[in-house]
């Protein structure tokens, strides 16, 4: 609470980015995709939506409808629709948004089951091969599910640095696997960073040592078109409650390629993965396909969440949506550049466009702090991660460029009241 | 379609039945409670509760208030609230409906996951020990999972054949268990008889062997009383969508009994079964207690409604379900005895009251072609099982004495007409 000039002359500054926000909220073609969202009166900026997505009106609507009329008054009938939700719901996503040919996702379980599954079946296949890479940097629940996979299985996990903000690039990883190499999982869009990775370049490195390469897709999914086919990626997984907007622990997916499909064998043999799942006296054969990476029985709300959110991006176009993520992300960095630098705040993020995710990563010594007032204020929302970084998700359906000069002035203004405070 | 004299009898029959149900209704305590559940107007008999419990009206209220406010306005910030839930929805349904002390049940993942875990768990607790020993009638998911555990570690799977009707008892475990052993997993209520055994006779016998017990709960839970730390169990698990009434798909539970969950440990490292799941760069140590058993983020659809059936049952009573329950039951076999025995039934439920759950089985010749029927006439909704069995779930808080009558006048004119048709 400080009338010092820095204050006035950045209250100047913040006028002007507001103006040029405004501008660029009314040129914006995405725009009116806010109007889809459950949105509550003057609320802050959300640039949380790299940790959880908004909520979609269209899923209200639909969840009402699958809770009154399906489950209320179908009851145990609507199994005739709802059973074959995971794969047609995955297919569904698999278009939409992973380009992925249909008969190779399924969703169900969360991104760590998933994993486990993937990485499991994975390992089986190549007993040969004694080694399982992975970025140290990685997202902490992939690499604590390979320290339990590789330690249950007397394997080594080889936890490779990586650049801190460009993250893994084919060279490095070709550098990092060979004969010994079973599995190689990473993630296309960096949790910290930010940093979209080659996926297709990785991928081929990857196969021609012979290993597979699983993919981590939370970070991307919805925000970043992602090209599994044409990658020709191995495996994949992801959640659905960041950009596909699903909600708070909504099931997750799992990807595997057609031509691995026969070869792979997943741990976990519940009776939905299994031949005619109401053949009960039968041993357990796995269905054909993708089908046998299921378990237990599906989760017909999530189900129902993550459809509407795939069916919410395919109205929007994700090419649409990736466009103007690439528009907000590029001028958060401008405006980084010009109201933080001079803070002390560091771009960790890639400046090119075509390396970045959806989100801006500043770091800051005091990161902790500044985001324990804005917190505490309720002015802005957005993820600290420690030790120092603030992450700024962009998620282009629901974020205005308003939405971006709000939180650089409010980030500006608790650097600068910290600042003054320590003077004071 | 026939006029003739059997079915003019059996509408005599069925007044009189009917009348004698309308007294009990008139009668019962707990008659209220299906207000308390979403219904729709003329409605037939729904004795499939033992599949997909019924819609609390009180779940669709809570659902909407948390998809509305906690994720609608709260958004991120409501992970504060959610991010115990595993743990807190846990001990309520451990208190409430398991008899089992907190800090040793969590709600998530499917049943065919949380079994996977606990049994995985065990078999590496044990090393030295080859055996896993089940029910050859077990519910196939649980035979599947433990199918491909033993043969991914080269164990060996028991299957025991136990009597049909009355299921496995403490002498007939006993014989079926040695020093190979490591771990027993047997149905509490079996799913195809509804016979209700013996956990703690049998928990004892398999401890004395040095082998742990795994429960699967899921016909028993919320439908008849659980004492799990008084039994003595070591391992449960099962899932909320039957007579715990959370909705298609809900997640499941697992209990882990306090004096094993230092020495077990699940293969699914993900971050929130991790000590401080947001210090994301130290390797991973378990939490202690029961929430080393989580894995993934929690989904907190499911574990309102999970949360919610649990408070509608602690507000019914478990005691008083049960008793409703008895009477259900043992009203239908009377019936089933005096009109369908006639027509070639057959019980295949125990006539002990102490050693039935909350259905009754009966078999038939041609049960296939009446559930068939009668599934194409809507008037009575049931659950064929492959190859000769109908299962009459009597879930006590939605179903009532006339609901009993009616299925009865269903099943028995569908049998009239089947064989009337054969004659005309």
Same mark, same amino acid.
């Given at each position: 609470?400080?009338?010092?000039?820095?204050?006035?002359?950045?209250?100047?500054?913040?006028?002007?980015?507001?103006?040029?926000?405004?501008? #660029?909220?009314?040129?914006?073609? $995405?725009?009116?995709?806010?109007?889809?969202?459950?949105?509550?009166?003057?609320?802050?900026?959300?640039?949380?939506?790299?940790? /959880?997505?908004?909520?979609?009106?269209?899923?209200?609507?639909? /969840?009402?409808?699958?809770?009154?009329?399906?489950?209320?008054?179908?009851?145990?009938?609507?199994?005739?629709?709802?059973?074959? $939700?995971?794969?047609?719901?995955?297919?569904?996503?698999?278009?939409?948004? #992973?380009?992925?040919?249909?008969?190779?996702?399924?969703?169900?379980?969360?991104?760590?089951?998933?994993?486990?599954?993937?990485?499991?079946?994975?390992?089986?296949?190549?007993?040969?091969?004694?080694?399982?890479?992975?970025?140290?940097?990685?997202?902490?629940?992939?690499?604590?599910?390979?320290?339990? $996979?590789?330690?249950?299985?007397?394997?080594?996990?080889?936890?490779?640095?990586?650049?801190?903000?460009?993250?893994?690039?084919?060279?490095?990883?070709?550098?990092? !696997?060979?004969?010994?190499?079973?599995? !190689?999982?990473?993630?296309?869009?960096?949790?910290?960073? +930010?940093?979209? !990775?080659?996926?297709?370049?990785?991928?081929?490195?990857?196969?021609?040592?012979?290993?597979?390469? #699983?993919?981590?897709?939370?970070?991307?999914?919805?925000?970043?078109?992602?090209?599994?086919?044409?990658?020709?990626?191995?495996?994949?997984?992801?959640?659905?409650?960041?950009?596909?907007?699903?909600?708070?622990?909504?099931?997750?997916?799992?990807?595997?390629?057609?031509?691995?499909?026969?070869?792979?064998?997943?741990?976990?043999?519940?009776?939905?993965?299994?031949?005619?799942?109401?053949?009960?006296?039968?041993?357990?054969?796995?269905?054909?396909?993708?089908?046998?990476?299921?378990?237990?029985?599906?989760?017909? $709300?999530?189900?129902?969440?993550?459809?509407?959110?795939?069916?919410?991006?395919?109205?929007?176009?994700?090419?649409?949506?990736?466009?103007?993520?690439?528009? /907000?992300?590029?001028?958060?960095?401008?405006?980084?550049?010009?109201?933080?630098?001079?803070?002390?705040?560091?771009?960790?993020?890639?400046?090119?466009?075509?390396?970045?995710?959806?989100?801006?990563?500043?770091?800051?010594?005091?990161?902790?702090?500044?985001?324990?007032?804005?917190?505490?204020?309720?002015?802005?929302?957005?993820?600290?991660?420690?030790?120092?970084? !603030?992450?700024?998700?962009?998620?282009?359906?629901?974020?205005?460029?308003?939405?971006?000069?709000?939180?650089?002035?409010? /980030?500006? +203004?608790?650097?600068?009241?910290?600042?003054?405070?320590?003077?004071?």
């Amino acid at each position: 609470m400080s009338d010092s000039s820095p204050v006035a002359e950045d209250s100047a500054l913040f006028a002007e980015d507001l103006a040029e926000a405004a501008d #660029l909220d009314r040129s914006d073609p $995405l725009a009116w995709a806010r109007e889809l969202f459950w949105a509550g009166a003057a609320e802050p900026p959300y640039l949380d939506g790299n940790s /959880l997505g908004r909520l979609p009106k269209r899923s209200v609507r639909r /969840l009402l409808q699958v809770v009154e009329e399906e489950w209320g008054r179908g009851l145990v009938r609507s199994w005739n629709r709802w059973m074959d $939700l995971p794969t047609k719901v995955g297919d569904r996503l698999g278009e939409v948004l #992973l380009g992925a040919g249909p008969g190779q996702v399924v969703v169900a379980d969360s991104t760590s089951v998933n994993l486990y599954k993937l990485a499991a079946a994975a390992l089986d296949s190549l007993p040969g091969r004694a080694v399982v890479v992975t970025d140290r940097a990685n997202f902490p629940t992939d690499r604590y599910l390979l320290a339990g $996979l590789t330690a249950n299985r007397r394997l080594n996990l080889r936890l490779v640095e990586f650049d801190e903000v460009m993250g893994p690039t084919p060279e490095a990883v070709s550098t990092a !696997v060979g004969e010994d190499t079973a599995l !190689v999982l990473l993630s296309h869009v960096d949790y910290r960073s +930010g940093a979209l !990775v080659d996926m297709a370049g990785i991928s081929t490195v990857v196969r021609d040592a012979g290993a597979l390469a #699983l993919w981590d897709l939370s970070h991307s999914v919805g925000a970043v078109p992602v090209s599994l086919d044409d990658s020709r990626a191995d495996l994949a997984a992801g959640c659905t409650y960041k950009y596909v907007n699903a909600g708070p622990g909504s099931p997750a997916f799992l990807y595997v390629s057609r031509h691995l499909q026969g070869r792979l064998r997943q741990p976990i043999w519940g009776w939905m993965g299994k031949q005619d799942p109401f053949a009960m006296e039968q041993p357990y054969t796995p269905r054909e396909g993708i089908g046998s990476f299921l378990s237990g029985t599906p989760p017909i $709300l999530g189900l129902t969440l993550v459809e509407e959110g795939v069916e919410l991006l395919a109205e929007l176009g994700i090419e649409r949506v990736r466009s103007k993520s690439l528009a /907000l992300t590029s001028h958060l960095i401008g405006l980084a550049d010009r109201r933080l630098a001079p803070l002390g705040f560091q771009l960790a993020t890639p400046r090119d466009a075509g390396r970045r995710g959806s989100q801006v990563t500043l770091r800051h010594p005091r990161a902790r702090e500044l985001c324990a007032r804005l917190d505490g204020s309720g002015e802005v929302i957005l993820d600290f991660r420690p030790p120092d970084r !603030v992450r700024l998700g962009c998620a282009a359906p629901t974020t205005s460029f308003t939405d971006l000069a709000r939180a650089v002035a409010s /980030l500006a +203004g608790a650097a600068v009241e910290l600042t003054s405070k320590d003077a004071g």
